[in-house]
């Protein structure tokens, strides 16, 4: 049997294994990703794309496209009603509308972007980025993790030829049912079977129906009716169907549900839609369970978990797919360093310290949601205030022990240790162009500085000195300045005007502090963020 070697092997190419096989690539890291499946999902599954998700396409290069293939911006509403021409239905906005209630918090707020129209956009970007190395058609058969590496032997489904592969890490992307937490030990907690739904994908012409209501879920307020999840708002739609506790049994009817009967399905979504006489064309259906779990661990050895494998989050609340996404861009750089030799393997403890206890509020958060149906709403900026607590970050005077964590009660931006750097809009001095201060970070650890000052220039020499990439960039310098004057210090503080923030590839901060009298303290800073011996 054949044998290769790779740093990384990534098991599942859904959007977080694609993601994170876009983000290895970025940070030059050696991968390969295996796929069962021979091609994307034809199915829109996951729809909601949160603003910290596009924030990370951003700096992928993938926003313009992901965004232009979403629903238009004014269609990201939410409708209840008893069907789809109720007269008394009541629509309703995010949690938070773009420009609502204060400052914006991100260039790239989130959309509606079904799964099936996603994934294709990452795989074409991954294979740009990685070429033959991300194989669709290809599944794990066995892996064994010997403490220095895993041994893995993977099929090409098509032929039945198996080759062995040497990875020093192996992450697993592959979803609930999860081929690698099961091989690796890692137990799940937390309750299954919240309720189960058959998913039906159908064309029909709808957009005519709710052209005056026109919404990214329509959710039925009829006990067992489910709800509409629009794909483009037209003609292709998704009706999400409640089953009962019986396999095959409608919620609340004790009918069954029979998926391959058409004309069955096709009267169903008349009947929800409430009009009778409309033409509807089944194209697939999918059975699903609602369940709130989380994985024990993220790590063991050198096998690491992401995405569902990690944690299954209910959908209502559109933040499944988005904190895999997050668990992707935290774990890449990590993975990175370490493979690079800049880092010391504690560094990967990091990232279940920091991501897992987010998970645990997400799913929190989402199963409330689920009890809550008819009154919670879509936070496109939760994830945006996300606060890390572990040893890759310095903890400034004001931080705490509390771990990691999210604020439901909203983003309220600023430069601590832990946070996201937050937005601010720059242009050009003649007003030409616009940019982020997002845009300033990465792809390696970013010195952020308020203005371009050369005293910070032999501390970030010395760093790259010590063999770490690092990047000095200025808020303002002499062809960039802020789109509203003096937004930056007011993030920073009182009394900082000298100070600079170390902010790690993911763009969150790792320290905050004033120019050291000896440049050589910055490289001992970094090499502690990065767990270096």
Excluded at 122 to 134: F, I, K, N
Excluded at 187 to 214: H, K, N, W
Excluded at 254 to 268: E, K, N, P
């Amino acid at each position: 049997m054949a044998e290769s070697h790779t740093s990384v092997l990534v098991v599942g190419g859904g959007p977080v294994g694609l993601a994170l096989s876009c983000l290895l690539s970025a940070q030059g890291v050696g991968h390969v990703l295996v796929e069962a499946r021979p091609a994307t999902s034809r199915h829109p599954r996951a729809r909601g794309v949160s603003a910290r998700s596009m924030e990370i396409f951003r700096r992928m290069g993938l926003e313009n496209a992901v965004r232009a293939a979403g629903l238009p911006a004014e269609q990201v509403s939410f409708y209840r009603g008893r069907d789809l021409v109720d007269p008394d239905y009541v629509r309703t906005g995010p949690a938070q509308e773009p420009g609502e209630g204060g400052p914006e918090h991100t260039p790239s707020p989130g959309l509606v972007c079904s799964q099936d129209v996603l994934e294709p956009l990452l795989l074409r970007r991954a294979r740009e980025l990685a070429g033959p190395r991300v194989r669709f058609g290809t599944r794990l058969l066995s892996f064994r993790d010997d403490g220095l590496g895993v041994q893995a032997v993977v099929e090409e489904r098509a032929t039945g030829r198996r080759y062995r592969l040497r990875a020093d890490w192996l992450v697993g992307c592959d979803g609930a049912s999860s081929t690698v937490r099961a091989g690796a030990g890692i137990t799940m907690e937390g309750p299954t079977g919240l309720g189960r739904y058959l998913s039906i994908r159908f064309e029909a012409p709808l957009g005519q129906v709710v052209a005056d209501r026109v919404s990214a879920s329509y959710f039925l307020t009829v006990p067992g009716r489910g709800g509409f999840m629009a794909v483009d708002n037209d003609r292709h739609w998704i009706y999400q169907y409640p089953l009962g506790p019986d396999p095959g049994a409608a919620a609340g009817t004790g009918a069954a549900a029979d998926v391959t009967d058409h004309r069955f399905l096709a009267g169903l979504v008349r009947t929800a839609a409430g009009v009778p006489d409309l033409d509807v064309t089944v194209r697939d259906t999918m059975t699903w369970r609602m369940d709130a779990r989380l994985a024990r661990s993220y790590r063991s050895s050198r096998v690491l978990l992401a995405g569902d494998a990690a944690h299954v989050v209910p959908p209502t609340g559109g933040h499944g797919m988005n904190t895999g996404i997050g668990d992707a861009d935290n774990l890449a750089w990590k993975l990175a360093a370490v493979t690079a030799g800049h880092a010391g393997d504690a560094l990967l403890d990091t990232y279940e310290a920091e991501r897992r206890p987010l998970a645990r509020q997400v799913i929190d958060i989402s199963t409330a949601n689920a009890a809550n149906r008819t009154g919670y709403r879509i936070d496109d900026e939760l994830l945006l205030t996300a606060a890390y607590r572990s040893l890759a970050v310095v903890p400034g005077p004001e931080h705490d022990d509390r771990p990691s964590a999210l604020d439901p009660a909203g983003c309220r931006p600023c430069c601590r240790p832990g946070e996201r750097v937050p937005h601010v809009r720059l242009t050009t001095a003649d007003a030409a162009d616009e940019a982020s201060t997002l845009d300033l970070v990465g792809p390696g650890f970013t010195l952020l500085t308020a203005d371009d000052d050369p005293r910070w220039q032999p501390h970030a020499e010395a760093v790259r000195r010590a063999g770490i990439p690092l990047a000095l960039r200025a808020v303002r310098t002499a062809s960039r300045r802020e789109a509203e004057p003096g937004q930056w210090a007011r993030l920073l503080g009182a009394g900082h005007a000298d100070t600079a923030l170390l902010v790690r590839p993911d763009g969150h901060i790792a320290w905050r502090g004033v120019r050291p009298a000896d440049p050589a303290a910055l490289p001992a800073l970094v090499r502690r963020v990065l767990a270096a011996p």
